[in-house]
C-alpha cells in the first residue's frame, strides 16, 4: 500500500480553520483518500473521502492537489469537540486479497486551544 | 440509528486465560473488520469478513488469536492463552459494501489488559 506523510501535532485557536496536511506522493491512479479521526477513548470516525476533486461535506472540506501526490483536510471552524488525532489514508479501489482494511499510520493529533 | 456496538468494553485477563470480545456490527453490514490498537499507537488490521467468510486473516499475531462470523451478523474475537503484549484496545468495525468508496463505522473497542 502506499504511505502517508502527516505531522505529528498541529496546534488550532477555537473558531479558526485548520489544514491538516498529507503528504502521499506515491499513490497510484486508483487509491482513494481517506480521512478518519479518533476522539479521545472513542473508535475511529469516518470524516471525508475523495478520488480527484475536491470535496465538501458537513465535518469538513477535502483539498486533493492535481498530482494527488497530496491533500488538505480543512476544519473550517475549530470547535473543542474536534481535538482528536487525524488519519489520512489511502485504499486501493480494488485489493486483489479481497480485503479492504484501513491502513493506519500515527496520524496528526489536533488540539484545539480555548 | 444503533452503531457498531462491542462488548465488554473492558477486559481484565490474567496471563494465561482466554478471552472472547463480541462485536455487533450494524444491521445490513456485509463487511467486518477487528483491528487492534496498541497505546499511542493507530490501529492495525487483523481480519476481514464479508459476510460468513473469513476472507483475510493476515493481520492476525498468532494462531491463539481466532474470529469467526458464523451467520454473517455478531462476529467474536477469541484470544488463547492470553499474554501480556495482547493488552491492546481491540475495535470491530463494519462497512455497509465491500468496495473501497464505503465508509467503515468503528465500535467504541474493547479494552483489553492481561495481568
Known amino acids: 500500500d502506499a504511505k502517508t506523510t502527516q505531522p505529528n501535532s498541529m496546534e488550532s485557536n477555537e473558531e479558526e480553520p485548520v489544514h491538516l496536511p498529507c503528504n502521499h506522493s506515491?499513490?497510484?491512479?486508483?487509491?482513494?483518500i481517506h480521512w478518519y479521526r479518533q476522539l479521545p477513548s472513542q473508535g475511529p470516525e469516518y470524516v471525508i473521502h475523495g478520488l480527484t476533486s475536491n470535496v465538501n461535506n458537513r465535518m469538513a472540506s477535502l483539498a486533493i492537489a492535481e498530482d494527488r501526490k497530496s491533500s488538505t483536510l480543512i476544519l473550517h471552524r475549530a470547535t473543542l469537540r474536534d481535538a482528536a488525532v487525524y488519519y489520512c489514508i489511502l485504499r486501493a479501489a480494488y485489493s486483489g486479497a479481497g480485503s479492504y482494511q484501513l491502513t493506519f499510520g500515527k496520524g496528526t493529533k489536533l488540539s484545539v486551544i480555548p | 440509528g444503533a452503531g457498531v456496538s462491542q462488548s465488554p468494553r473492558y477486559k481484565v485477563a490474567k496471563r494465561g486465560q482466554d478471552v472472547a470480545l463480541r462485536c455487533d456490527p450494524i444491521s445490513g453490514h456485509v463487511s467486518l473488520f477487528w483491528y487492534q490498537q496498541a497505546l499511542g499507537q493507530g490501529p492495525e488490521f487483523l481480519t476481514y469478513f464479508q459476510n460468513e467468510a473469513q476472507l483475510d486473516k493476515s493481520g492476525l499475531p498468532s494462531d491463539r488469536f481466532f474470529a469467526e462470523r458464523p451467520e454473517g451478523s455478531v462476529s467474536t474475537l477469541k484470544i488463547q492463552r492470553t499474554q501480556q503484549e495482547d493488552s491492546a484496545v481491540y475495535l470491530c468495525a463494519s462497512s455497509l459494501r465491500t468496495v473501497s468508496s464505503y465508509e467503515q463505522y468503528f465500535g467504541p473497542g474493547t479494552r483489553l489488559t492481561v495481568t
Open positions: 506515491t499513490i497510484s491512479g486508483t487509491d482513494y
